[in-house]
């Protein structure tokens, strides 16, 4: 102990007279050789010890941040009867909750320093760029096939969504972009069927703002309140009439106005937690939802339908839609009505087997007889219609091949792919081609039809009057016509005449 402490004084004198020993010797006279001065710490090495303090802090404040948002969605939903011993609700522990919540986002968002990464993403920047550099053909081309239209309509849809995003974006997005790459990035998107995280790297920014760019016009474009009924809507006045006129020119068949059919779109995640799984797996063996669609001779859709899981039959997907609620209150399909073999007729849609036959949902007759096969043949054509349409839209946005987004989101941006649809029909946009097959996977359910769709016999007994008018009709103007659309061999040889 006492060598150690004489060691320690030593080096308590050293220290001591340190200053004092350049060139003077210490105290009894004798030169020290010099210490090497201590070598600072380079900056560089204090700014990341500092960065790393900031991060630390920035992590803290994230983790306190989770646990108060766990603990406040634990509180908002307990059971009814759950309070406290003196009656008072949790919902005060739940607000003091919510108010250390927004403490700690702000506190978070002061002390941080990168929101989002760099990325060498560089689509929007080269495409903008090249807009005024090349003609017009080879600019509609290239918008073509990055985002399914051409320019002049790309800035149409802008133009329309434009006071949308503005108004919302300023609310869930910290810094909004330019409304321009907002709407490129998010039909980028839905023509390519892209996940939010390949479309960030493109576009450079973060997946979150894609995913939040994507529901803000979603949410526009199938909202009935802003752009839906702009672009979808049940025919009325001339446009009824100039859709019954292609429909007849189609078909042959009078007061046809409309193509209805279901189909089934395909969930990238499998439904979990509240969504009862079973529900959503569809006869193909996969997880879907169910769109309905009805459209005229130039596929354009007047309604859409998309609420019911994959499993559902097409025919509980049908009377649970508000088109069927319209017509059944008389504010839909209602004129013109024209007197066919004596019977009033109004407009009707044409629909496959599996959907109910009423006075407004005209369906074959399945039968073996020569005319009355004829005459399935005619609806089918203008059932084809339908058909048609939902190929189209597939093949235009290929995110309905696979959708990948949540389910809560799902039959919103379904709708919205719908609304884009149409409004590249009405400006004429060129068809994409199918180059293959495209799986369009109809709802053809062969389960039992519910019961309670059977109570309805009167509207069923008169959807089949109203069927067996029209085919007398449409026989007899074939004759009276000398127009036959049908092999006259095939048909009318070895049958009976009506």
Known sequence: SSSSSSSMDVDGEEASSYGAQQGQGNL???????????????????????????????????????????????????????????????????????????????????????????????????????????????????????????????????????????????????????????????????????????VAEKYNVGASTVGKYTLIVASALADASKLYSRYVAIPTGERMARIISQFEQLTGIPNMCGAIDGVNVKLYFKPTNWYSTSTYRSRYKFHSILLQGVCDTGKVFWDVCCVSPGRAHAISNFVTSSLYRSIKDGVALQQPVIL?????????????????????????????????????????????????????????????????????????????????????????????????????????????????????????GAGEVIREALFRDWVTRCLDNSFVPFDQENSFSGQNRV
């Open 28 to 198: 009894h006279g004798t030169s020290l050789p010099a210490r090497k001065k201590t070598q600072k710490r380079p900056p560089q090495d204090t700014e990341e010890d500092e960065e790393a303090d900031r991060l630390a802090t920035v992590m803290c404040f994230s983790s306190l941040q989770t646990l108060l948002a766990m603990e406040l969605c634990r509180d908002t939903a307990p059971p009814m009867e759950e309070t406290y011993s003196d009656g008072t609700s949790l919902i005060p522990v739940a607000f003091l909750k919510l108010m250390l919540l927004a403490a700690t986002s702000l506190m978070q968002e002061e002390g941080r320093q990168c929101w989002k990464l760099q990325r060498p993403g560089s689509e929007w920047t080269r495409i903008e760029r090249g807009v005024g550099s090349i003609d017009a053909a080879t600019r509609d081309n290239i918008w073509r096939r990055k985002y399914s239209m051409s320019y002049a309509c790309f800035l149409y849809v802008v133009e329309e969504l434009r006071p949308f995003i503005q108004s919302e974006s300023k609310f869930f997005v910290r810094a909004p972009l330019e409304t321009e790459r907002a709407v490129a990035l998010v039909l980028y998107r839905l023509a390519h069927g892209l996940s939010a995280r390949e």
């Open 340 to 460: 066919v073999e004596e019977k009033d007729v109004s407009p009707f849609m044409v629909g496959d087997k599996t959907y109910p036959i009423r006075p407004f949902c005209i369906k074959p007759f399945d039968s073996e007889d020569g005319l009355r096969k004829t005459f399935d043949e005619q609806l089918r054509k203008g059932r084809r219609c339908i058909e048609d349409a939902f190929a189209t839209l597939k093949a235009r946005w290929r995110i309905l091949k696979c959708m990948n987004v949540h389910l809560m989101h799902a039959p919103q941006i379904v709708v919205a792919c719908c609304v884009l649809h149409n409004i590249c029909q009405l400006w004429g946009e060129p068809e994409p081609q199918l180059q293959q097959q495209v799986e369009v996977h109809p709802n053809i359910n062969n389960r039992a039809v519910p019961t309670i769709i059977e109570i309805d016999e009167t509207g069923k």
